[in-house]
């Protein structure tokens, strides 16, 4: 957002859909990560396993 | 000084407005635990099974879990008949307890509760064989036989089967009488007359008053011709020095420890005269 | 046994004239048992004197009051500290200077808490001889370690204190740091011991069923509660602690005209409310872990708590909570005019105020309770008709987690409303932390709403942990982005005191209600017991053995906060002694002594 940095708009859409992506695949591991460790398993879709 | 008194004044008013959230809430007392007398010789079946399911809603808190899904967290009695569950549950595989039916499989699951978990209800990480439940009958809940008698009572009854479990006998009064005074509560006052003592003792839980019939103990109508004052006395603050042949040492042996002497001395003259 | 020779005894037994007593063998095998199997004592009403006024509400006071002014004492030399290292590593003597002053308006506090736990321990003897009688049985030797530390404390906080200008520089620095450190320890020492007599008695360890002491000390101090209370107290004292220094320097700041004074009061009003903010922000977490330590010690004593009659508590907790967050985050909003930063983020205020104000009302929508079938007519019914969904577990939860992230959004918009960041991969960090909060919030409704209504209790309670990992990963994730990024940034111009009078009585309102909650929580720590003093061990038959109604409770709270506001009023005010000297007379008044 500073203004020191220009970077072109399809870079700049690139940036954000990478760092959506990244947050995203963070989390959905964190979800089965947790709910692991609990001992509650998840599906790759996220229902609960078993 | 106008700052302190602003200053104040936002405060207080600020914990009041909490004060009054907590008035407009619903005032509900969290009572103890209060001990009721059940009266043995007028008990149906009915007062067993009612005392059953208030026990079951209150003082044995069984509702605090059992409750209907999506919110309860253990199995929803209250929904299911259970003495075709508890069948269904014999039955099962997992089942590692000796009961051979409902009563005894209900009486199993409240002081052994890990003897069969239902699938899903299991403690956490356990894989379903090891329950959550608490022992009824220790602390905190602590249901003496006589009330988890009761709940099974409840338990058959409501759901229209025939109740298996018998009414407390008088052994099972004689013991909970010994008990609960020990328990605490507050001491009785002093009774003020023969009679009124030996209701506050629970002597006719043991003993008929009005005939020679042996209940737990032997009857006592013509008590005053077979014993002595001194003989009735000593059967009362020492009952185990001579017990009446074909009796089981039942009575409590610490009446002597309870009783006033003006207590005992009504009694032992009322017993002395009925010849 | 001739006549003369005869004692009087008190009568134990009754027994015939002219036969031999014999002792019956119970009370002869009690006689000779080892002296040591002791159970707890079974008492019965007439055990409890009886002082005309309820002693519960007696013990209730006392005992409040001492853990509010505990609470103050151990935490203001934990950020004291804090604040004097930074001072030393930053090298910016404002820090050690209001470090200083925080310690000096704090001082009195410790003998009031002396004063106070002095009388507690007083009326517990004389109001509940039996039990304290059962506690010292229990805990022994361990009081006097307890009272030792106290001459410990004294010793490192007058030194510290009074020590402070006398060690200000070089590496009398660093003693004067170390007297700091050992005060704490000493501080945390006392608090951990005397916490474990609370999680005894709502968790006994170390002894058998009917009370009897079979394991040592430590076995009876580490029960399963003891680490859960340990945590939250230390870190809801730190909270608690800023939030009344808060309101001093609120109160100076008003009372104000200097403009220097008033920047000098701001700042410290600022750093104040960023340690009770920035504590309050893990402090759910805690709070999670111990109510899961307690239903995993007793489900029925995690029910009561949470499903019972004490459920209601938790809407007045939520109302508690949102004032403080409430209050943090427009404290926060109105410090944005000190910057010229600031208008960049203006429009986040008024969607950060919806979400608080949507989450807030979610999370007093009412429970659903059942307890007993007599309180369900009383309650006219388990659910509520319209809110029903709104008033379980997973809507609160959701509220919860999205209230903590936007008041972290609002704590992380003021820190940078001043900072311009110059790192090249600023555009980077910046789509990556609006991605992180985006994906957190969207994670923490669907794991809320699928896990919470469509499967079962078990994946239910599960993901209410990953909820929370989510608002943790947000926080995490935001200091460490922001810390990198604004490193070298270019610093907009900030000038303390331009604040409006009014965000001061948001400091106000935080150690008003952060007192409040405190007083509530101690009523639901307290009454989980229901009818025991020690939990399964040691029944409590006294008159008041049953729970109070909440608004009783709302009462004697109440008269708790506003006996502490005035002891702290007292000890701000002795505080200001100090620094005031009266001018001498010049001329000697006619009506003087000669």
Avoid at chain 2, 74 to 80: E, K, S, T, V
Avoid at chain 3, 155 to 176: D, E, I, P, Q, S
Avoid at chain 3, 387 to 397: D, E, Q, R, S, V
């Amino acid at each position: 957002m500073s203004e020191e940095n220009k970077i072109g708009g399809a870079a700049l859409l690139v940036i954000w859909i990478a760092a959506l992506a990244i947050s995203l695949v963070a989390f959905y591991g964190l979800d089965h990560l947790i709910m692991n460790m609990q001992g509650l398993p998840l599906n790759a879709d996220l229902t609960p396993a078993g | 000084m106008t700052v302190f008194f602003k200053t104040i004044g936002f405060s207080i008013g600020l914990a009041l407005i909490f004060t009054l959230v907590t008035q407009l809430l619903p005032q509900v007392e969290g009572e103890a635990p209060v001990e009721t007398k059940v009266d043995l010789s007028s008990l149906t079946m009915d007062d067993f099974v009612a005392m059953g399911e208030d026990l079951f809603m209150n003082k044995g808190t069984c509702t605090l879990c059992h409750k209907p899904p999506p919110i309860g967290r253990a199995p929803d009695i209250q929904g299911l008949d259970m003495v075709s569950t508890s069948a269904e549950r014999l039955a099962d595989e997992r089942y590692r307890g000796e009961s051979k039916d409902a009563a005894g499989y209900i009486l199993e699951s409240m002081i052994d509760p890990s003897k069969f978990v239902v699938a899903g209800w299991g403690k956490k990480g356990s894989n379903d064989t090891v329950s959550p439940m608490p022992a009824v009958d220790k602390a905190p809940i602590q249901l003496s036989v006589m009330e988890m008698d009761a709940i099974i009572a409840y338990l058959q009854a409501k759901d229209g089967n025939e109740v298996t479990v018998s009414l407390p006998s008088p052994e099972a009064a004689a013991e909970a009488a010994a008990a609960a005074p020990a328990a605490g509560g507050a001491a009785a006052a002093s009774a003020a007359t023969a009679e009124e003592a030996l209701g506050k003792y629970a002597c006719s839980s043991c003993h008929a008053m009005d005939s020679e019939d042996p209940l737990v103990g032997p009857g006592l109508a013509t008590v005053g011709a077979r014993l002595s004052v001194p003989e009735i006395r000593q059967s009362i603050v020492d009952p185990a020095a001579v017990i009446t042949e074909g009796f089981p040492p039942a009575m409590p042996a610490d009446f002597a420890e309870k009783m006033t002497v003006k207590e005992l001395e009504m009694l032992v003259q009322h017993l002395a005269e009925k010849k | 046994m001739g006549g003369a020779d005869q004692r009087i005894a008190p009568i134990g037994r009754v027994h015939i004239a002219g036969q031999d007593f014999v002792p019956a063998a119970d009370s002869a095998a009690s006689g000779a048992e080892a002296p040591e199997l002791i159970a707890a004592p079974r008492t019965s009403r007439k055990d409890y004197p009886n002082v005309g006024v309820s002693s519960r509400a007696v013990v209730w006071i006392l005992a409040q009051l001492h853990l509010f002014f505990g609470a103050l004492v151990l935490a203001v030399p934990l950020f004291v500290l804090v604040i004097e290292l930074v001072g030393v590593t930053s090298g910016d003597e404002r820090y050690d200077s209001m470090a200083h002053e925080f310690m000096k308006i704090s001082l009195t506090g410790f003998s009031i808490t002396a004063i106070f736990g002095g009388s507690l321990a007083l009326a517990l003897f004389l109001l509940y001889p039996d039990f304290m009688g059962y506690m010292m049985h229990v805990f022994g030797a361990q009081w006097l370690v307890y009272a030792g530390l106290f001459f410990l404390e004294s010793f490192f906080l007058y030194t510290y204190y009074y020590g402070w200008n006398a060690m200000r520089y070089g590496n009398l620095k660093w003693v004067h740091l170390s007297l700091g450190l050992l005060l704490n320890g000493a501080g945390m020492t006392i608090m951990v011991i005397s916490n474990s007599w609370a999680t005894f008695m709502m968790a006994p360890s170390g002894v058998n069923e009917v009370g009897v002491v079979v394991g040592n000390i430590w076995e009876v101090m580490k029960g399963p509660l003891w680490n859960p209370i340990n945590l939250h107290r230390f870190i809801a004292n730190i909270g608690f602690g800023g939030a009344v220094v808060g309101a001093y320097a609120a109160y100076k700041f008003l009372s104000t005209k200097d403009m220097e004074k008033r920047a000098h009061y701001d700042w410290m009003g600022y750093t104040s409310n960023f340690i009770a903010i920035l504590a309050f922000l893990p402090l759910p977490f805690a709070g999670y872990w111990l109510m899961a330590e307690i239903y995993a010690y007793s489900q029925q004593m995690g029910i009561t708590a949470m499903g019972g009659i004490l459920a209601w508590l938790f809407i007045v907790q939520a109302v508690l909570i949102g004032t403080i967050l409430l209050a943090g985050n427009y404290y926060l909003w109105a410090g944005m005019s000190r910057t010229e930063g600031s208008k960049r983020y203006k429009p986040f205020i008024g969607f950060i105020a919806f979400v608080l104000v949507v989450c807030f009302l979610t999370w007093v929508t009412p429970h659903t309770l059942i307890l007993s079938a007599s309180e369900i007519a009383q309650l006219g019914g388990s659910h509520h008709h319209i809110l029903g969904p709104l008033g379980i577990m997973p809507a609160k939860n959701i509220a919860v987690n999205l209230m903590l992230i936007v008041t972290f959004l609002s704590f992380q918009l003021y820190r940078r409303s001043d900072k311009v960041a110059t790192v090249s991969w600023a555009p980077i960090g910046n789509a990556l932390m609006v991605a992180i909060y985006v994906v957190a919030i969207v994670n923490i409704i669907f794991l809320g709403v699928y896990y919470g209504y469509f499967t079962n209790t078990v994946y239910k309670v599960g993901s209410s942990v990953a909820q929370v990992s989510s608002t943790l990963v947000v926080i995490i994730a935001g200091i460490v982005i922001d810390s990198l990024m604004f490193k070298n940034a270019k610093t907009l111009p900030s000038h303390w005191g331009r604040i409006p009078d009014r965000a001061q009585y948001a400091l106000f309102a935080l150690p008003i209600a952060f007192t409040w909650l405190m007083g509530l929580m101690g009523y639901v720590r307290s009454s989980v017991k229901t009818h025991w003093h020690v939990y399964t061990v040691m029944k409590d038959n006294s008159p008041d053995n049953f729970i109070p109604t909440i608004g009783y409770a709302g009462n004697m709270i109440t008269i708790v906060t506003v006996l502490f506001l005035l002891f702290v009023l007292f000890m701000f005010w002795v505080a200001s002694l100090s620094g005031t000297k009266q001018a001498k007379p010049e001329t000697v008044t006619e009506g003087g002594v000669a």
